[in-house]
């Protein structure tokens, strides 16, 4: 059974930092192509961060570069999204996504409030 599992957001002030967890099971991590996107109330989900399997070279959305950086660790089956300097509009529901040559899966989001 395929699960991604979602972990570590919550509520936290500007500036502040936040890490977020996606844990795999049920496929083959290693060789799927892995992302977070987040989503706000009334907005399109939309892509922050991608990391490719092998070299795990990462790319990431304009509004989060140089804030946020995303990792993987293939022996724990885990990826990771360290958000730093958070502002008011990083504020949704945050998804990780695995990408393969075949099938993708979604996990069920976490939920991210950046407020004073």
């Known amino acids: 059974q395929v699960q991604l599992v979602e972990s570590g957001g919550g509520l936290v002030q500007p500036g502040g930092s936040l890490r977020l967890s996606c844990t795999a099971s049920?496929?083959?991590?290693?060789?799927?192509?892995m992302s977070w996107y987040r989503q706000a109330p009334g907005k399109e989900r939309e892509l922050v961060a991608a990391?490719?399997?092998?070299?795990?070279?990462?790319n990431y959305a304009d509004s989060v570069k140089g804030r946020f950086t995303i990792s993987r660790d293939n022996a724990k089956n885990t990826m990771y999204l360290r958000m730093n300097s958070l502002k008011p509009e990083d504020t949704a529901v945050y998804f990780c996504k695995a990408r393969g040559p075949t099938y993708s899966y979604w996990g069920q989001g976490t939920q991210v409030t950046v407020s004073s």
């Open positions: 990391i490719t399997t092998g070299r795990g070279i990462p």
């Open positions: 049920g496929f083959s991590f290693s060789t799927y192509t």
